[in-house]
């Protein structure tokens, strides 16, 4: 059995009190209680880890009640998370539930799954709701052999007036990302596709598709509308610079 405390502070990080109480032996250890006294709040884990005959573990790890305004005042909140995992580095599968509630930020709910292993994970599905809307997706990501992503995101009935009142209305549409990252930096696609609805009173509709490698930027294309204001772009940036710019806007109020 084993028992131990500690608590830690310093000028850039909180104030923290540790409690941990667990057993074991050769072939692992169950975590009792572990218990983090932090920002006002409580951070909690129970489980077990094994290292014999390999390494695997089944955990749960929750926070309730988390402030980081106690530590940076420019951004109260109160966050509240349960994560649990069982598996090991061949295979392992998680799930994530958590709450932000916040005057600063918008108030949000995040619930995801996934599954991964020695080579890289998938978020099978995550849902994000806030501002009185929802974004979903799923993503896959790879750090063996090289770093790489793919990743898609769907978004419906988000209204940025719950957070700033001037841009109220409401949008929706998708965003996707892939990419590698290699010796000379990330090579990335991403893409803004059917976004639209309305904000500030004005029909909106915006797509675009931007593609990186290295350090060149090229813009294949950025259409966005609002009212009767219409702005395209094209071109590429790096070494040298090279983007075009079609402003039309016959009413100055709609940008």
Do not use: C
Not at 14 to 39: F, K, M, S, Y
Not at 181 to 199: Q, R, S
Not at 211 to 223: F, H
Request: zero cysteines.
């Amino acid at each position: 059995d084993y028992k131990a405390s500690a608590e830690v502070w310093g000028r850039d990080f909180p104030q923290a009190l540790l409690n941990l109480e667990g057993e074991g032996d050769a072939r692992g250890t169950r975590i009792g209680a572990l218990v983090v006294d932090v920002l006002e709040g409580k951070v909690e884990a129970r489980g077990r880890i094994a290292w014999a005959p390999a390494l695997g573990w089944d955990l749960t790890l929750s926070a309730r009640d988390i402030d980081p305004g106690a530590q940076w005042p420019e951004v109260p909140a109160k966050i509240g998370l349960e994560l649990t995992s069982t598996g090991g580095l061949e295979s392992f599968d998680y799930s994530l539930d958590g709450e932000l509630e916040s005057a600063a930020v918008p108030s949000a709910k995040l619930a995801l799954q996934g599954s991964g292993d020695q080579r890289g994970t998938r978020i099978a599905n995550l849902r994000l709701d806030t501002l009185d809307g929802h974004v979903e997706g799923a993503a896959e990501m790879g750090w063996s052999p090289q770093v790489r992503w793919e990743a898609e995101l769907n978004a419906e009935g988000i209204d940025p007036g719950k957070q700033w009142a001037e841009w109220a209305g409401v949008v929706g549409g998708r965003v996707a990302s892939s990419g590698t990252l290699e010796d000379e930096g990330p090579d990335l696609n991403a893409v803004i596709e059917g976004l639209k609805g309305t904000l500030r009173g004005y029909p909106v509709e915006a797509e675009a598709r931007v593609r990186m490698k290295g350090g060149e930027i090229l813009v294949e294309r950025v259409n966005v509308a609002s009212g009767p204001t219409r702005l395209q772009a094209q071109g590429s940036a790096g070494e040298r610079l090279d983007l075009t710019f079609d402003l039309n806007s016959p009413d100055l109020k709609s940008l």
